[in-house]
């Protein structure tokens, strides 16, 4: 079965007014971890072999898989037996999660190689723990497969920071634009990788900055162009962002 790596080892500095108190793949976008979107992301499109890359706070997630279901459903703890009973009829997500130690400050490229012995099929998948998007993740998969390269990254366009203004040669203002999408391409995670891919790795550090820019100039790197949603959550505006759309649209709920 292709497994799903998730990379939730980071610190999360630029929002710290959450990850000073817990890891940033719990920090909850409607109610739920945003881990929690991600995985759903890909379950249903019938991906649900994952293994979460630790690190900062890391027993923080262990400890949310391992509580999931009186996380998520009411519940009747008896003391005295020892038991609990959930009183409503409740279906858990049928997934598969490792939970894997890869060190506190590791770098993605060695939180990899960390996992290694995990994987047992051709390919497999990589993302993070902290951006959502409407991708199919099954045409993403037929992409990659299609064009037979070591690595498929997705490729979105971000969107700017500041609204844009234009200008007339009288420099007068004719239009305002809102943070408008930028032209060129971002990596958005969502990646498929061969399995020789982890042998590039030969000691701790940044695959994207180590490893795919070699891979790239060898023509070996494939971009899966996704037009449509996207987003991180990289600071707390994005937080706020991601569950104002979570409550008016949820552009990512596929399932």
Known sequence: MTKVVILCGGEGTRLKEHTEFIPKPLVRIGGKPILWH?????????????????????????????????????????????????????????WSVSCVDTGEKTLTGGRLKKISHYLDSEDFMVTYGDGVADIDINQLWKFHKSKDKMVTITGVHPVSKYGLIKINKGFEVINFKEKPPLKDLINAGFMVCKREFIDLIKTDCMFEENILPDLSRKKQVAVYKHESFFHPMDTYKDYESLNRIWNEKANWKVW
């Open 38 to 94: 991600v995985m759903k992301i890909y379950s249903h499109y019938g991906y649900r072999d994952f293994i979460l890359c630790l690190g900062y706070k890391g027993d923080m997630i262990k400890q949310y898989f391992l509580n999931y279901e009186t996380e998520n459903f009411d519940f009747t703890l008896k003391l005295k037996k020892r038991a609990i009973d959930f009183p409503k009829k409740h279906e858990v997500e049928d």
